[in-house]
């Protein structure tokens, strides 16, 4: 029992922020339904449930402090564990193989009410893509909390096609999917990047299809996935119009092993630190050229095999946000598009048009 | 009403006000009559806040006895016998006054080469034979007993017996061939030894850390940034060893600190610049405290480079940039009306490769403190303050010439400016593109920002813009540093991953362990082994 126990207290405790000034928040809500055992952790802004198949001989709930629960659970062997509530006294019994434990809990009264989706808008998506969309995406939102809606991921809905894009002002990432079944709707949420960052651990292996709901107020958004939901409050704002800054055409083209680009660059930007991961990229000879130099450090330069079609270019970028791209792209090869050094960059799976990620490069003055 | 002239007891005690105005001006002034008269030794003795008695005594060559009687009357000095004297005062002492105005307000009795002499409130005593001693010595008792509003406006006796301590110290630096003593209530209070007042005076501690200072006409000593003083009180410049004040030079002083000490904290200074005399006039104040230079900005830029040369060349290293002497006092001089160029700055000394040590990152507390280790103890790092410092010297180089690196926008950013500010955008376009922002006009009164430094995050790009903007239209080049620096750094309270640690950690490494952040705050704490031995009482 543990395990799959142990597992969901690790998937829900994510909700629970580090630094809390509500002490209930560091509980987890524990209800024991017709069910099975449902538990529940928020941060007020992001909550997550999941659901533990159990046998219930009595239902009820409490909150139990979350690190102790989670960690004394991950330590007890595989067997059978049985749970039992003292409601006058809110201490909870745990009782598995040799032990016999008992925790206190907080009445699940004080726990504040999960939202509930109730009747909004739904479309479902196949979980997998889901998940990987969410991955190529979120890593270009912006984590300054200085302009809110850039920390959040655009999700642009229009029947069944579902658009995630995000930006923090210096790349952009979109990508494209199809939902399998939708609700005739046309809407633009906002949801909070770091929120996004959970439906991985959350959802992954619960079922194939994921539904995303939309609360009728348009300020809450629920994700489904078998018996786990991760909630999330929505962004208020206006989403730029990010459109625009996609190229739409390109002087060169550049082709590379995507493995070998991720390599390369990791290696030559340890040259990169002093001048804020700057590495340059050149054509020529058949390929790629790589460099960065910091004074006090010292310079690498290094070749990379690629097929190049176009004009030559000399461009530099952020190490780091080329390799963000590099890193999710799941394909072998990577296609690299330069409209001149001063134009954005484009960075795609070969011939793909589902994803793309859009880089603005840096004027490095020689 | 009639009008009559005053007699002339009343007309000299008026004028006596000015040159005595508290028990430290006597004790100034006599300390100066016996510098003056070549002494090696002149011992102070002070009873009663002064008001009691004032009693010097010196080695100096005395009075000679026929011209005792003389040297108590008002203009009469050994120092200046022609205008044209005034004009190149080599002496501290010089308006005659000096004598006649403290006799005019006491009971005074001066002894030298075999003569006596007494007079109350300026009137002659008595006069006399005395013994053949060497020097001079002179009592003043019951200091403004005549002119009891003067006694009232006197501060407390703790205050009056400080300031009296303080003239003698001032001398003690300036002259450290002279043997001095202070005794305050027949108490030794200050002693010094004949080559090193600042031990007598600021303590052995102080004095070994001080950092001499000799360049050209100006020498003297300073402290290294890591001591400093709340006040301005341990500052002391002179000019021909006469004590002066002087905002302009005391703010010279302090620039060479910017940057480097916490604002609020002052150095401990003894500066002398040696000018010759006709290029200073010191007859502006009857106390001689204030002087008028014929070249104030060559002895503002004289005073900056020696006293840079000084905590420059300090061991262990000193912070590796000057603190940016350039705008600032170029906004200085223009305010003095001087036609001079700003000082220059000394040539920037070679980066140590790693003046504070390694420092091993340890963690984050509090997600703005990181904790690391270094070879002295346990260091306490602010983040922002660390990386502002950081961020603030690169840009400094950029401004000077350093390739500019600068990150381009997916989406232009449209900026709303006051008219002024927008017309200064065309004039400062060089500088905004050295360190990074590439802007193009969008109406009378709004900018584009095409790209920024690649240091800067994009939501802090337009605060950061319209602050650097507004210090390079007030012409602070270290205020606009300060500002993106500060807009681009990492903030007290966010987290940061080991990786990120150890970066901004490499970066401080090479920064001295006294830098402060550019608006004075400090960088580091440490904590060093002692003190964590001794706390723990690790005595093994």
Request: proline content about 7%.
């Amino acid at each position: 029992m543990p395990g799959p126990l142990g597992q969901a207290l690790q998937a829900v405790s994510r909700a629970i922020s580090a630094r809390t000034t509500l002490p209930i928040l560091n509980n987890i809500l524990v209800s024991a339904t017709d069910q099975g055992l449902v538990l529940t952790a928020t941060n007020l802004e992001i909550g997550i449930r999941k659901l533990v198949p159990a046998e219930i001989s009595e239902e009820g709930s409490t909150t139990v402090p979350a690190r102790l629960l989670t960690d004394f659970v991950s330590t007890l062997p595989d067997q059978e564990l049985s749970l039992d509530l003292d409601a006058s006294t809110q201490t909870l019994g745990l009782r598995c193989a040799r032990f016999d434990t008992h925790i206190k809990c907080i009445e699940a009264e004080e726990f504040p009410p999960s939202p509930r989706p109730d009747e909004g808008d739904r479309l479902e998506v196949p979980l997998e893509e889901m998940l990987r969309a969410v991955e190529q995406t979120q890593m270009a939102a912006s984590t300054d909390e200085a302009r809110p809606v850039l920390t959040g991921v655009l999700f642009q809905i229009q029947g069944a096609n579902l658009t995630l894009a995000a930006t923090d002002g210096h790349r952009l990432a979109v990508r494209k999917l199809t939902a399998s079944r939708a609700d005739d709707i046309e809407a633009s949420l906002i949801v909070p990047a770091r929120a996004l960052g959970e439906l991985g651990r959350a959802l992954k292996g619960e079922g194939s299809q994921l539904e995303i709901i939309i609360s009728k107020a348009r300020n809450q958004v629920f994700f489904r996935a078998g018996s786990a939901e991760v909630n999330s409050r929505l962004i208020d704002g206006n989403y730029p119009n990010y459109s625009q800054v996609v190229p739409t055409k390109s002087s060169t083209v550049v082709s590379a092993s995507t493995t070998d680009m991720i390599q390369t660059v990791r290696a030559v930007s340890l040259f990169a630190k002093d001048s804020a991961n700057v590495i340059r990229i050149k054509t020529g000879n058949g390929g790629l050229v790589l460099s960065a130099t910091t004074n006090e450090v010292g310079d690498s330069q290094a070749e990379l095999d690629a097929g190049l079609e176009g004009t030559d270019i000399q461009i530099a970028f952020n190490a780091r946000y080329v390799l963000d791209a590099l890193n999710v792209l799941e394909a072998d090869k990577v296609e690299l598009l330069f409209n001149g050094p001063l134009s954005p960059g484009l960075i795609r799976p070969p011939g793909e048009e589902d994803y793309v990620y859009v880089i603005m490069p840096v004027r490095v003055a020689m | 009403m009639t009008i009559r002239a005053l007699p002339p007891a009343v007309a000299d005690a008026i004028a006596a006000g000015e040159v005595v105005e508290r028990p430290a001006s006597v004790v100034k002034e006599l300390v100066e009559n016996s510098l003056d008269a070549g002494a090696t030794r002149v011992g102070v003795e002070i009873r009663g806040a002064g008001k009691t008695l004032i009693r010097i005594v010196d080695d100096g060559a005395g009075i000679p006895s026929a011209e005792l009687r003389l040297a108590f009357q008002r203009h009469a000095t050994s120092k200046l016998q022609n205008l044209s004297d005034l004009e190149a005062i080599g002496t501290l002492g010089f308006r005659g006054e000096a004598l006649a105005s403290i006799a005019a307000v006491s009971d005074l009795e001066a002894t030298t080469s075999g003569r006596r002499l007494h007079l109350r409130a300026g009137a002659l005593l008595e006069e006399g034979a005395a013994g053949p001693a060497p020097g001079l010595v002179i009592e003043v008792r019951d200091l403004f007993a005549n002119t009891p509003a003067r006694l009232r406006f006197l501060k407390s006796d703790a205050t009056e017996t400080a300031a009296c301590l303080a003239a003698v110290q001032r001398y003690a630096l300036l002259y450290p061939t002279v043997r001095f003593r202070v005794i305050v209530e027949g108490r030794t209070s200050l002693s010094t030894d004949g080559h090193d007042p600042l031990a007598s005076v600021y303590g052995e501690a102080v004095s070994r850390e001080m950092l001499a200072v000799d360049h050209l006409n100006v020498t003297g000593t300073v402290s290294p940034p890591k001591l400093s003083r709340g006040t301005r009180d341990a500052m002391l410049l002179a000019v021909n060893r006469r004590p002066i004040a002087s905002r302009t030079l005391a703010f010279a002083l302090e620039e060479c600190y910017r940057g480097a000490l916490e604002r609020g904290r002052y150095p401990v200074a003894v500066l002398n610049v040696e000018i010759s005399p006709e290029a200073v006039d010191v007859n502006v104040h009857p106390t001689k405290r204030e002087v008028k230079f014929r070249d104030e900005g060559a002895v503002f830029a004289a005073l900056q480079r020696a006293v840079r040369s000084a905590i420059g060349a300090g061991e262990p290293a000193r912070p590796p940039e000057p603190a940016a002497p350039g705008p600032s006092s170029e906004r200085l001089l223009r305010q003095l009306e001087i036609q001079e160029p700003p000082p220059a700055i000394d040539p920037q000394l070679p980066r140590p490769a790693s003046a504070g040590g390694f420092l091993r990152p340890v963690g984050q507390v509090l997600d703005g403190y990181l904790v690391a280790e270094s070879p002295e103890g346990m260091v306490l790092i602010d983040q922002h303050a660390a990386h502002e410092r950081v961020l603030f010297n690169r840009f400094q180089s950029r401004l000077e010439g350093a390739p500019a690196v600068s990150q381009h926008l997916l989406m232009a950013m449209t900026v709303e400016l006051e008219p002024a500010l927008a017309a200064g955008v065309a004039d400062h376009e060089a500088e905004l593109r050295s360190l990074g922002f590439e802007v193009e006009p969008f109406g009378p009164r709004a900018v584009r920002i095409l790209a920024g430094p690649v240091e800067t995050p994009p939501e802090s790009l337009e605060p950061a813009f319209r602050e650097v903007l507004a210090g390079l239209r007030a012409r602070s080049a270290d205020d606009a540093l300060a500002s993106l620096a500060c807009h681009s750094a990492v903030r007290f309270g966010d987290a940061l991953d080991l990786a990120e640690q150890r970066r901004l950690l490499q970066e401080v490494e090479s920064l001295s362990p006294d830098i402060t952040c550019p608006h004075g705050r400090p960088v580091r704490l440490l904590l060093d082994w002692q003190q964590l031995k001794r706390h723990f009482r690790r005595n093994y």
